[in-house]
């Protein structure tokens, strides 16, 4: 049993930039990959970024390529997610989710565990 809590979200202006952290519960935090989704209002939650157990493979959305960066600390049993370069269509629900299947938190299937979500608003 994993749980996850999410942290960091937040009001920012277009251009700018936020760092997402996730908590983990669990001494076996280094056997889950892990990843982030999110929900805008009145749209299906997708994919965002994901990691593999060890931090050494990374996937991101195509839209977020290049602005975003997930990170994974094994040692505080942490991932991150640093988003610049905010868009308003950024504006969502952003939730961490981990599986011991990398496929499952890179946007193949659904992950075992979700956090509670953390918003994170965008404004122009």
């Known amino acids: 049993q994993v749980q996850l809590l999410e942290s960091g979200g937040g009001l920012v202006q277009a251009g700018g930039s936020l760092r997402l952290s996730c908590a983990a519960s669990g001494r076996t935090f280094s056997a889950y990959a892990m990843g982030w989704f999110r929900q805008a209002p009145g749209k299906e939650r997708e994919f965002v970024a994901g990691?593999?157990?060890?931090?050494?493979?990374?996937y991101y959305r195509d839209s977020v390529k290049g602005r975003f960066t997930i990170s994974k600390d094994n040692a505080k049993n942490t991932v991150y997610l640093q988003m610049s370069s905010l868009k308003l269509e950024d504006t969502a629900v952003y939730y961490c989710?981990?599986?011991?299947?990398?496929?499952?938190?890179?946007?193949?299937?659904?992950?075992?565990?979700w956090g509670q979500g953390t918003q994170v608003t965008v404004s122009s």
């Open positions: 990691i593999s157990r060890s931090g050494g493979i990374t």
């Open positions: 989710a981990a599986d011991r299947t990398a496929a499952r938190v890179m946007g193949n299937g659904g992950p075992d565990y």
